[in-house]
C-alpha cells in the first residue's frame, strides 16, 4: 500500500535522512528561538518573546500560561474561550509599541 507524504522520509537513504533532520532542528531554532527579546508587560508583568520581522509582522511566545498574568487572558479562561485568542491584549500590544519605539525590540 502506497501512502502519500508532503515530504519523502529517505528511509531508504540514510545519509540524506540525517542531513535533513540535522537541517530540521537547525530550522527549529531559527523560526522557534532565534531573534526573540524577552520582554515584560507593563501592566501586568507576564513575561513573553518577541520578534518582530517586519513593521506588521510580530511573533509572541508566551513563556507560561498567559491566564495566570494577563487580567485579559484570565478574563477570557473564565468566560471558557479557547488558548490562543485573542492572540495579544491592548496592554501587550502598547508594551510592544513602546520597545519598538525605544529601541528595545528591533524591526528589520
Same mark, same amino acid.
Not at 5 to 9: I, S
Not at 44 to 47: G, H, T
Not at 93 to 96: D, F, N, P, R, V
Given at each position: 500500500m502506497t501512502t502519500w507524504? &508532503?515530504? %519523502?522520509?529517505f528511509a531508504? !537513504? %540514510?545519509a540524506r535522512r540525517a542531513a535533513v533532520q540535522a537541517? =530540521?532542528?537547525v530550522d527549529k531554532q531559527r523560526y522557534l528561538e532565534e531573534g526573540l527579546t524577552p520582554l515584560r508587560c507593563q501592566a501586568? !508583568?507576564?513575561?513573553v518573546l518577541v520578534r518582530k520581522s517586519s513593521s506588521? !509582522?510580530?511573533s509572541v511566545q508566551w513563556t507560561e500560561n498567559p491566564a495566570t498574568h494577563c487580567p485579559v487572558f484570565a478574563a477570557l479562561s473564565e468566560q471558557g474561550s479557547? %488558548?490562543?485568542r485573542p492572540d495579544s491584549?491592548?496592554?501587550l500590544? &502598547? =508594551?510592544?509599541k513602546w520597545a519598538v519605539d525605544e529601541g528595545v525590540l528591533e524591526v528589520p
Open positions: 507524504a &508532503k515530504a %519523502p522520509d531508504d !537513504q %540514510p537541517q =530540521t532542528v501586568c !508583568q507576564s513575561l506588521h !509582522q510580530t479557547a %488558548p490562543g491584549c491592548a496592554q500590544e &502598547k =508594551t510592544i
